[in-house]
């Protein structure tokens, strides 16, 4: 049976910087266009979730055998992202969960690994593959004009009538010092020498894409698109002229819009060259980062691949709801660059794990004497008809309508980035929720009773020294 | 349900009040000692003719409150209660020790309650991130109302004005109160266009700290 992409989901950030204010701040050269840049309440695994969620609309997390995250900027180096991620998506506990971490060409190895590890497993069909990088870049580097936020998820499955199939794929090893981040030391990344990293990228990405090509007898006027990493708009160019790939064939579209976003891109620059899709179109697929990796795809379903666009916010979907910020201090402001007090509340892990299900996989109760859906699940009598124990875990839908709302300028007793709207919300299928509000923009004038809101999984605080996250609404992106 | 009140009778023999203010220059336990010796002066008695004590505070979570007045005062080995009930803790007190009496297990007992909250700074009440579940919302007190009045103008028609105007009143009244903390009148407009608090309640609309 073949192997190949059975969806796809992409996640780009709320804000788009432009790359002007980066160059009047520090009295830089100009660099045209806008980059992504996500909030604090941001990271890889909570733009994993958003991915993931993209990936997996319409289809039943429980039929998912695994999940795969790659991604430079793990937030921790013991603990997994994997396994937090797939909880959140409800994914069954019978799955296997890697991170695949400390490369920008992670996704692709991951990739690449899903295929082999389906091929060797006959009860594991299919492996959500899902990619976020949030690399900070130090002020005043050129690195500010090129580091962007996002993420993109791919669900790799083994079943008949797959709309992409994997042909093959190839890799190759470099040792390149450049560019590397110290475990023990480094904040923002470095370099030695910009021309030697060009030198063993261009060197490693053509390799391993002629490689492919040899190896599957084709020609580069045979590929119809080539969605490489890069991470320098002239670099783009020149690896299309060596390749000799024809006109359009590189996908290009990202860079100038969203920036170098790192680890996720070869996924983004896919589901970007599966706009059009024609039939039985070939494409290849490339990661670089000591060394690089190929993948060889054909479309296979042509119309299976437009439904997938149109159900899905993917690229097109997240930029369309994307907004410029005419202010730099705001990236500083969300990379948390400047040492300041940050929101801190007691944690307990022990809570947070017994509330899994209300916390992170978003259920909540049913009475099964009134019918009443309610949440959290932390009372044992039904609010309405105060029966004893009468409830069942019910799955709660992630989109909702404002019942009502205040503005809270004393947020943990300080004044801490306020206000903060506090959104009491009726969900869509039953349940009442307090939630508190992000990517709102003027919020007394923008939040109103009746606002249709979709929640989001975020990053709260870090209390007991460990990762705290939980749900927030934000206004409408339109997520399936 | 039976809601019959208490059957014996209990009388207020005395109370007082100390100065409400930002008082930084007097802690939670001169602001005790202060009122206790005042009521006690007005019921015409000595501290050691009460039997029994009931306090009512919130602030802070020690756990020794209870014990806290008969430390004050030195009331020794006399039965000691502390009631937490949020911003009815005072109340609370007083209703507690009015059962005390009216059961006929004492004769004279203390009610009282004391804050200050201006020792831990004035952003709000402390402590709203030291307590309860680390990840749901913990709206400030201010916040938590002020939902019900987002909702209420939407459902009602009422406005931020009907608000002002129960401002003004309690400004008025505070106006001739020798102790209130704030001696001076307020207009609608004032009241309207104070900073928010939690929108929609302004500065006015909440109680101040002290």
Not at chain 1, 54 to 82: H, M, R, W
Not at chain 1, 445 to 466: D, L, P, Q
Not at chain 2, 160 to 175: F, I, T
Request: aromatic letters at 10%; glycine letters at 8%; one cysteine or more.
């Amino acid at each position: 049976m073949p192997i190949g992409i059975k969806s796809y989901g992409a996640y780009l950030p709320k804000y788009l910087l432009p790359r002007d204010l980066i160059a009047k701040a520090w009295d830089f050269p100009n660099v045209p266009g806008t980059k992504a840049i996500a909030m604090a309440d941001e990271d890889s695994i909570t733009m994993s979730v958003e991915a993931g969620l993209d990936c997996l609309a319409g289809i039943d997390p429980k039929t998912v055998d695994g999940i795969f995250f790659a991604s430079t900027t793990q937030v921790y180096t013991e603990k997994d992202s994997a396994s937090l991620i797939a909880t959140v998506l409800d994914m069954r506990e019978d799955i296997i969960t890697v991170d695949f971490t400390d490369s920008t060409k992670a996704a692709t190895t991951a990739l690449t690994r899903a295929v082999d590890t389906i091929k060797a497993n006959k009860d594991i069909k299919s492996i959500l593959v899902v990619s976020a990088d949030t690399r900070a870049p130090e002020p005043s580097t050129m690195w500010e004009f090129g580091f962007a936020d996002g993420a993109a998820a791919l669900l790799v499955a083994e079943e008949d009538n797959l709309p992409l199939s994997i042909e093959d794929y190839y890799s190759i090893s470099a040792n390149v010092t450049g560019p590397w981040k110290r475990a023990n030391k480094d904040k923002f990344i470095r370099t030695f020498e910009v021309k030697m990293d060009a030198k063993f990228y261009v060197e490693s990405i053509t390799k391993v894409m002629a490689e492919i090509l040899k190896r599957n007898n084709l020609k580069p006027e045979e590929i119809d698109a080539a969605a490489y990493y890069y991470n320098n708009p002239r670099m783009h160019g020149r690896i299309s002229k060596i390749m000799k790939f024809g006109q359009g064939v590189a996908q290009n579209s990202l860079f100038f819009q969203i920036g170098d976003t790192g680890t996720p891109m070869p996924f983004m620059l896919l589901i970007a060259a599966l706009r059009r899709p024609k039939d039985d179109a070939k494409i290849i697929m490339t990661g670089y980062g000591d060394g690089a990796d190929a993948i060889l795809l054909q479309v296979r379903d042509k119309g299976a691949l437009r439904d997938l666009g149109k159900s899905r916010l993917g690229l097109i979907g997240h930029q369309k709801s994307m907004i410029i910020t005419n202010n730099y201090n705001k990236f500083v402001d969300f990379k948390e660059l400047l040492e300041k007090d940050r929101y801190i509340r007691k944690s307990s892990a022990v809570t947070v794990w017994r509330d899994t299900a209300s916390v992170y996989k978003w259920y909540g109760v049913k009475c099964k004497n009134c019918g009443t859906v309610q949440y959290p699940d932390l009372s044992r009598s039904c609010y309405v008809c105060r029966a004893d124990d009468p409830f069942e875990h019910v799955k709660l839908l992630l989109h909702g309508t404002i019942f009502t709302y205040t503005l809270d300028h004393l947020v943990g007793g300080a004044y801490l980035q306020t206000p903060v709207p506090r959104c009491v919300i009726d969900l869509d299928g039953g349940g009442r929720v307090l939630l508190n509000m992000t990517e709102i923009e003027n919020p007394e004038e923008n939040v109103h009773i009746g606002m249709k809101v979709e929640m989001t999984f975020r990053k709260e605080h870090e209390g007991a020294e460990f990762k705290n996250y939980y749900w927030k609404c934000r206004p409408e992106r339109g997520r399936k | 349900m039976a809601r019959k009140g208490i059957s014996n009778k209990v009388a207020i023999i005395g109370c007082d009040m100390t100065k409400y203010g930002e008082l930084w220059d007097k802690s939670q336990y001169d602001l005790l000692f202060e009122a206790v010796q005042s009521a006690t002066k007005d019921a015409g008695i000595t501290k050691d003719e009460i039997d029994a004590t009931w306090i009512g505070i919130f602030y802070f979570f020690t756990g020794l409150s209870g014990a806290m007045v008969e430390d004050i005062l030195k009331l020794d080995g006399k039965p000691a209660t502390r009631i937490e009930n949020y911003c009815a803790s005072g109340m609370d007190a007083f209703r507690n020790a009015s059962f005390a009496i009216a059961s006929g297990a004492y004769d004279v007992a203390l009610a009282c309650g004391v804050e200050k909250l201006m020792d831990e700074g004035g952003s709000g009440l402390p402590g709203f991130t030291l307590f309860g579940h680390p990840l749901y919302p913990t709206p400030s007190a201010p916040a938590m109302f002020s939902m019900a009045a987002t909702r209420c103008f939407h459902e009602f028609g009422w406005t931020k004005e009907d608000l002002a105007r129960v401002a003004v009143k309690n400004h008025d009244n505070g106006s001739y109160h020798p102790k209130a903390h704030f001696r001076s009148k307020i207009t609608i407009e004032a009241a309207m266009k104070a900073p928010m608090i939690a929108d929609p309640l302004g500065r006015f609309d909440c109680c101040a700290k002290n």
